[in-house]
């Protein structure tokens, strides 16, 4: 199989650079790290892709039992960097794709060195001593809304976990993004996606690691960041002066800066 066209891959920036692989989030495409990418490419080798089921990637790849666990997209990461012989990698994952990350990395630690989490959540659904800004009732009404009227849905609930009501472009864009998106793929990824439970893994990271959080995020709230920093040994947590669940679009500068003042201290 043709991976780099199967997840749709493109590499910019320096040829000979450390490289940085680039992974999206529920309902999106590497498109979203299009504010981002040029900036970390004047210093880095950066390596995009779109899941299998999203963006530009093959959709005849899809297999509705792989990409219902989250080690299907952890396979897709791997895959990838095999394709691309890649070694030596910052993985940064923006949302479900740091926990994505952090499956890979366990997985096959070799090609993977660094992780940045931008706006992570190892679960979703509050628990026994953890907030994780959701209740049960509530993540099953947002899957129930999701699948019986997945354009509706998309409508109504990007500009809310966007964020930024003075910009209402940002809203619209993950929006539009949200809608290009095959209704039944994503109501897969969206499922295994909120219903996920990451909090153990956490505990298995053993590579240096940057958690990328905003100051108000309806997704991922100050509780979750961190959760995560204390569950994952000798992270670093940096708190974005951002608001809404996609700081690579609301702040792309501070977001490249974040994790280029990371890799150099790494």
């Known amino acids: 199989m043709d991976i780099r066209r ?3 891959v493109t590499v910019t920036g320096r040829a000979d650079g450390p490289v940085l692989l680039l992974a999206h ?3 999106c495409d590497q498109n979203m790290w299009r504010l981002v990418a040029p900036t970390l490419a004047e210093s880095y080798r950066v390596v995009l892709f779109d899941y299998v089921g999203s ?6 790849a899809w297999d509705e039992r792989r990409y219902s666990s989250l080690e299907g997209y952890a396979q897709d990461v791997l895959e990838v960097c095999e394709e691309l012989d890649l070694r030596d990698v910052t993985f940064v994952g923006h949302s479900v794709s740091a926990m994505v990350g952090v499956l890979a990395a366990a997985k096959a630690p070799q090609p ?12 979703y659904i509050d628990d026994d001593g953890y907030r994780g800004g959701f209740s049960a009732e ?3 009404e947002l899957l129930e809304s999701l699948e019986s009227n997945y354009l509706g849905w998309s409508a109504a609930m990007a500009p809310v976990i966007m964020g930024n009501a003075d910009r209402p472009e940002l ?3 993950l929006t539009a993004s949200f809608c290009a998106t095959d209704p039944h ?3 897969v990824f969206a499922r295994t996606t909120f219903l996920s439970d990451s909090r153990q893994d956490l505990k298995t990271v053993a590579v240096p690691t940057l958690i990328l959080e905003c100051r108000q995020d309806v997704i991922a709230p100050p509780e979750v960041g961190a959760y995560v920093r204390d569950t994952v040994p000798g992270s670093r947590l940096v708190t974005l002066e951002a608001t809404g669940h996609c700081p690579q679009l609301s702040a792309p500068q501070a977001t490249a800066r974040a994790i280029t003042d990371f890799l150099r201290q790494a």
């Open 171 to 173: 809203g619209q864009e």
């Open 55 to 60: 963006g530009r990637a093959d959709p005849s």
């Open 185 to 187: 793929m994503a109501g």
């Open 25 to 27: 989030g529920f309902g």
């Open 138 to 140: 509530d993540i099953d």
């Open 6 to 8: 199967r997840n749709n």
């Open 112 to 123: 993977l060195s660094r992780l940045v989490m931008v706006a992570p959540s190892p679960c």
